[in-house]
Structure formats: C-alpha cells, structure tokens
C-alpha cells in the first residue's frame, strides 16, 4: 500500500510569491492534515480536512489555506509568502482522524 | 490542554533497550498518549499509542503508568537507525475531532 505523497519535494520561492502544494493520502483515508514544522516552533496544526470539509483549524493567519478533493487529494496554499515561512511542510492522512500517517514532507525556502 | 514534557535528548547504547520517558500530568481520561519519531529530513513515523493498558507492536512497547500521569516508551534492542527524535504526544478531543498536541521531543542517539 502506498504512503503518503507529497509533492513537490523541494522548492524555493521569492517573498511576495504564493506556493500550492499537493498531498495525496493513503488509498482509503478520507482525513488529510497539514502541518508546519520550523526548528524554532516545533510541528505546529495548520488544519484538517474530512470528506472535503475543513473541520479543524490551527492559529496560522489567512495566507494559509487548503482544500480537499473528492478523490481525497489535498492542496494547500500560501499566498503572500514571507520570509518566515520557509519551513517543512507536512500532510499526513487517516481513516477518521485518529492515528495519522506522515508524508516525507515539502520543503519550502523562501528568499 | 493535556501537555507532555521529555527530557531533551538521550543516549544509549546499541543492542541495549532505549526507555524513554514522558510526563503528561494534565492528561484526561479520554486523552490517547501518541509516540511517533523523527528521522533527520523525514516525515514523522508512527510508533504507537495506548490510552491505559500497556501496549506492545513490532517496535516498541509502551508502559503508562496507573494514574496516566507519565509513560515510557521502550526500544528493546536499539539499532543505529533508530537515532531519531521521539515525540510523545497527546491526542485531544474536541467537538468529537481529534487534535494531536506536539511537545519538542527527545532527541535519542545511539551509540556503537
């Protein structure tokens, strides 16, 4: 069975750009969670989505923002990116929100 | 919120088994104690969780204590690759939707 898959791996943004990256869940696993991990603020929750529903939202501004397909695939989008948004960014799936599943990560640089 | 404290990091020895621990005083009842790690660059992996029995899989066993107020996660024969970070972490219900809440987590070496 396949794990998760983010994509892409690796990329580098200029500030004032926007990024959209993509995640493509565990087949079967209609829950798919963001996350945004720096070495100064540890895994921090972005938000969650269900059947193409955000049910659960972490403290990020608006320039954040994410979405799910029917196929459970999900996207999510930084708009206006600024310096300090260089991070790994993390998506990770599950059947109904309990254990979650870790993709190997996004990692965005912006200069 | 439920929080966890570990130390900052351990070592241990290879072959040797790893017990890490984790406090998690304020937890409630219906809280799941979560352990997952991180290897350098990589996505966090699952290892596995428990409510109040203890649990054993085919990577570590883990022991909460009679009061929920601590646990440790055990390695039994640690290799070189499971030099990682371990976070122990709890699972928060909210509106029937579940929230993992991360500590900074315990940066295990283990050396030859």
């Known amino acids: 069975k396949a794990g998760v898959t983010q994509t892409p791996r690796y990329l580098i943004k200029t500030r004032g750009q926007q990024v959209t990256l993509s995640c493509s869940p565990i087949?079967?696993?209609?829950?798919v969670s963001w996350y945004q991990q720096t070495p100064g603020q540890g895994l921090q929750f972005l938000f969650e989505y269900f059947s193409e529903t955000q049910r659960n939202k972490g403290n990020f501004p608006g320039r954040f923002s994410g979405r799910q397909f029917s196929n459970s695939r999900s996207e999510m989008n930084v708009s206006t990116l600024e310096l300090g948004d260089s991070a790994l960014y993390l998506c990770?799936?599950?059947?109904?929100?309990?254990?979650?599943?870790f993709g190997e990560g996004s990692w965005l640089t912006v200069v | 919120d439920a929080k966890t404290t570990q130390p900052t990091s351990m070592d241990c020895a290879e072959g040797r088994a790893a017990n890490l621990p984790c406090n998690h005083s304020?937890?409630?009842?219906?809280?799941?104690v979560y352990w997952y790690r991180q290897i350098h660059s990589q996505g966090p992996q699952y290892i596995i969780h428990g409510l109040k029995n203890n649990e054993t899989n085919e990577m570590a066993s883990l022991i909460i204590t009679e009061d929920r107020k601590s646990s440790t996660l055990i390695l039994p024969h640690a290799t070189l690759r499971d030099t990682a970070v371990y976070y122990c972490?709890?699972?928060?219900?909210?509106?029937?939707?579940?929230?993992?809440?991360w500590g900074a987590g315990t940066k295990l070496i283990i050396k030859p």
């Open positions: 990770a799936s599950s059947l109904s929100g309990n254990t979650i599943y």
């Open positions: 972490i709890v699972r928060v219900d909210r509106d029937s939707n579940y929230q993992l809440i």
């Open positions: 087949s079967g696993h209609r829950s």
């Open positions: 304020t937890i409630s009842g219906n809280e799941y």
